[in-house]
């Protein structure tokens, strides 16, 4: 299915003064048609009786909205663009996902119509879902989904996809609900691309599928693991004239049965490179500490009490707490 836009149709206007002087018309036909001619009345009054029919044809847009076309059953056009319209009165729009509301911003005048009735004495919103087709850029926000990664961790991934249609001949034709359809390949999309990252780097594993071992993750590549998204969302609907423009992670976690566990583990990395820093720092310091001494010649230490010092320097720098230092007052042997 081709889109096909409708020109030349911006004379609504024109349609409606149209319809506006032969009502008139007719009312003076009716008028005079009572005193002169019974088929002026009769003709007069099967024009008010039937007349209405043309303003079925008056179609109103704002500034990026469609309207899908179709007359008894066969596509005939789509109007795009502001203005004031006038098509065939037999027209019909077409808008099947008109009612469907998704997690995501909200259609052309929030996609619905109000009519208030008055029921039992209150007051009963009536709604009628729109046919017109929003060409904006819109949001959709999908729910939380729970993944394993490629290490096999259930990791919880939210998205967020910014789309508009492109054309409205596919997204009414093409699928049954373009919205519907669009939510449903943001799910097998993020599926599919999400077991292939790691949570956090990990070795020996491969994300690109170069047979290369990489650093790439889902907490450390979200611009690349989002954009890999995106291209493979919009594979799945350019048969249904969709756009999609960008897609970014929202939320990204371990799953709640394992997030304690992941939690205690970073800890212990955390704590095991901090100890790697300080005793590194304490080596050095116990280093340079031994090479003044020997440079000034204040005292000299035989193998056994350098050991010594280095032993008693090292539990000072590297201890959790302030050492509690012993003063000798005797010898030093």
């Known amino acids: 299915m081709t889109e096909k836009v409708l020109t030349g149709k911006k004379n609504g206007m024109a349609a409606l003064l149209g319809y506006i002087l032969l009502t008139l018309a007719a009312v003076a036909g009716v008028i005079f048609g009572a ?3 019974p088929l002026l009345m ?13 303003l079925l044809g008056l179609k109103v847009l704002k ?23 006038f098509v065939n009165p037999f027209c019909s729009a077409v808008n099947p996902a008109a009612s469907t509301k998704l997690n995501q911003s909200g259609d052309v005048d929030g996609g619905k119509r109000g009519i208030v009735l008055n029921a039992g004495g209150q007051n009963v919103q009536a709604e009628m879902p729109s046919k017109k087709i929003s060409l904006k850029i819109m949001t959709l926000n999908n729910s939380r989904q729970k993944i394993n990664d490629c290490l096999g961790n259930p990791v919880e991934i939210g998205i967020a996809v910014m ?32 077991r292939l990252y790691p949570y956090d780097v990990a070795p020996n594993v491969d994300t690109t599928g170069d047979g290369v071992a990489d650093d790439g993750s889902l907490r450390g590549s979200s611009e690349l693991v989002a954009e890999r998204i995106r291209q493979e969302i919009q594979d799945r ?13 929202t939320y990204l976690a371990y799953a709640t049965e394992i997030a304690a566990v992941m939690l205690q583990r970073q800890q212990a990395s955390a704590i095991i490179d901090a100890r790697k820093m300080i ?14 001494l020997n440079e000034g010649g204040l005292v000299e230490l035989d193998e056994e009490r350098k050991a010594a010092m280095v032993s008693n320097l090292l539990v000072v720098l ?7 230092p012993v003063v000798n007052t005797g010898t030093l042997y």
């Not at 609907?237 to 960008?246: F, L, P």
Request: contains cysteine.
């Open 35 to 37: 005193v002169t001619s």
């Open 42 to 54: 009769i003709a007069s009054i099967l024009v008010l009786s039937f007349g209405w029919i043309l």
């Open 63 to 85: 500034p990026q909205e469609a309207l899908v076309l179709t007359l008894f059953g066969k596509y005939v056009g789509t109007l795009k663009g502001e203005g004031f319209y």
């Open 163 to 194: 789309w508009r249609v492109t054309d409205t001949a596919k997204a009414v034709f093409n699928v049954d609900n373009y919205k519907e359809y669009l939510s449903l390949q943001c799910d097998s999309a993020l599926r599919n691309i999400v």
């Open 237 to 249: 609907v350019d048969e249904a004239g969709i756009e999609v423009i960008e897609a970014r992670i």
């Open 279 to 292: 005793v590194d720092g304490a080596v050095g310091m116990v280093e340079m500490a031994l090479e003044r």
């Open 318 to 324: 590297c201890g959790n707490h302030d050492a509690q």
